[in-house]
């Protein structure tokens, strides 16, 4: 934001009353101030040596979110070659997840076909356990039905 031409308070305020900026016999320059709280923001200028006469003018410039940022001075301030680093080994660590992924997803597709035949085989296994179980029960029945018709009990 700018201020020109002998402004003698200028201040920012959040709507919970936290001042951001404060500036006194202002007569030209530059500020910016990082908002922590949401809401609406009230800007007052104050002019109290104004003439008629005299123009104020004010540009405003209101940026928010990362528009606000200022990545030039980011990119003076920290190695670009370190953030280049950096974002190569993030990049390289989503390769590997990703390759990962589908590592897991072919993974996953074997272990289905293996539970698919294994379900299929113990399917078989439970029939031919019942139909052997229904097998000696007749011919337990057999058995008995032909001792007792030995020994005249039926």
């Known amino acids: 934001m700018k201020t020109f031409l002998g402004f003698t308070l200028f201040y920012v305020t959040s709507s919970y ?26 800007a007052c200028f104050f002019a109290g ?28 301030k920290g190695s670009v070659e370190v953030m280049e680093l950096e974002l190569k080994k993030m990049f390289d660590a989503v390769q590997s997840i990703h390759d990962e992924m589908f590592y897991l997803v072919e993974r996953e597709k074997e272990m289905r076909k293996l539970n698919r035949s294994t379900n299929s085989k113990m ?32």
Do not use: P
């Open 49 to 76: 040596d104004h003439k008629a006469s005299t123009t104020i003018n004010v540009d405003f410039d209101w940026k928010s979110g990362v528009a606000a940022k200022d990545w030039t001075n980011v990119a003076k």
């Open 123 to 154: 399917a078989w296994l439970s029939f031919l356990s019942f139909f052997i179980c229904l097998s000696v029960g007749g011919i337990q029945l057999w058995h008995l039905k032909s001792f007792f018709e030995k020994k005249k009990i039926i």
């Open 17 to 42: 009353g936290t001042n951001y900026h404060y500036s006194d016999n202002v007569t030209e320059g530059h500020f910016a101030f990082q908002a922590a709280e949401a809401g609406d923001y009230i």
